[in-house]
């Protein structure tokens, strides 16, 4: 009998050893890591775009209500400052200057776009209507005004609320009211940063009791009377165009930025009003003519003829007769002007 013996197989000798603990830790790491690199590349590949922000003021005077400039002055200072992508006229109580607006507009070769809008005088406040086509008329209740901005499919906004100075200021009380309204009279955003001085002292309330009770969406506006104070604050909005901001308004993606105006624009508009007074509003000279020629004043200017006349006939004066008539009568013509 033969025996055999069993022998244990050797590996070849072009079989590869087994790595080390700490080279299979490393390479699985750089393998690892291209792999996250490369899916990280296709991932990239498939996300959209960035939507960029634009930049609307949504609330501005022309010379049609109690701005300063032309439309025509508007658009050109916008067009070359090249920072806004929309803008809003929103004269009181009517509609013509945006409807110009918005003819030259599209004449223009920028891509700034005009919304047509009014700031309406509410028996609580102002509000501003964006988007309408016909104007809204004044003297309403503010549910009512808005109810009939969205008649017009536009969108209505509180304009700088919570001011106690300002008397065309929306209040507390009347804010709550309308959180309570039925929705075709809610607004569809509030005005928490305007630039003129309806903010001062409002702005940043609005903002805190908007985001703490309210949850509107937010808009910033110049409030420009004066053609530089166009921009100083504004609405930022995802896209560039008008529609995009109408989106952006419904779909509560906005938010206000900016500043208040300069001291150029209060001075610039406060010497137009005592020079040539405000529209609908008499100046400080025509304020003294009315008063000279009012039937109030009658019996005044009576009692002051008949008081200073016997001063003039005992006074010592040496003169003509002329001359003393002429005294009499310049007298007179004195005891007619208001003092």
Same mark, same amino acid.
């Given at each position: 009998m033969t025996s055999t013996s069993e022998t244990t197989p050797q590996p070849p000798e072009y079989a590869p050893q087994p790595a080390e603990p700490s080279q299979r830790s490393?390479?699985?790491?750089?393998?690892?890591?291209k792999m996250r690199t490369k899916a990280a590349w296709n991932k990239a590949a498939d996300q959209p775009t960035i939507t960029p922000l634009g930049r609307a003021d949504l609330? !501005?005077? #022309?010379?049609? #209500?109690?701005?300063?400039?032309?439309? @025509?002055?508007?658009?050109?200072?916008?067009? @070359?400052r090249g920072e806004l992508d929309v803008i809003a006229i929103t004269d009181h109580d009517t509609i013509e200057g945006a409807l110009r607006a918005r003819e030259l507009g599209l004449k223009q070769e920028n891509s700034l776009e005009v919304i047509v809008g009014e700031e309406v005088s509410t028996r609580e406040g102002h509000l501003l209507a964006l988007f309408i086509e016909e104007r809204i008329p004044s003297g309403l209740s503010i549910e009512q005004s808005i109810a009939l901005v969205h008649e017009q499919g536009g969108i209505a906004v509180i304009a700088h609320p919570f001011n106690r100075v300002f008397r065309h200021s929306t209040q507390l009380e009347v804010v709550e009211r309308l959180k309570h309204a039925p929705l075709e009279a809610q607004p569809d955003g509030i005005?928490?940063? $305007?630039? *003129?001085?309806?903010g001062i002292g409002s702005s940043h309330l609005a !903002?805190?009791? $908007?985001?703490?009770?309210?949850?509107?969406p937010e808009t910033g506006s110049s409030d420009a009377h004066t053609v530089t104070a166009i921009g100083?604050?504004?609405?930022?909005?995802?896209? *560039? #165009?008008?529609?995009?901001?109408r989106r952006s308004l419904l779909g509560s993606a906005t938010m206000p930025g900016g500043r208040s105006w300069q001291t150029q624009d209060y001075w610039k508009l406060a010497s137009y009003w005592a020079r040539n007074g405000r529209p609908g509003h008499p100046t400080y000279i025509e304020r003294l003519r009315q008063l000279g020629q009012s039937n109030r004043l009658a019996s005044l200017r009576l009692f002051s003829q008949i008081a200073r006349r016997p001063l003039v006939k005992h006074l010592p004066y040496r003169g003509?007769?002329?001359q003393v008539d002429e005294l009499d009568h310049r007298v007179e013509q004195e005891a007619r002007i208001p003092h």
């Open positions: 490393a390479s699985s790491r750089e393998l690892a890591g609330h !501005m005077h #022309s010379h049609y #209500s109690d701005g300063l400039g032309t439309v @025509q002055d508007i658009l050109t200072f916008v067009g @070359q005005e928490t940063l $305007n630039g *003129s001085f309806a !903002m805190t009791r $908007n985001r703490r009770r309210y949850g509107w100083c604050a504004f609405t930022w909005f995802e896209g *560039s #165009s008008a529609d995009d901001l003509t007769k002329t």
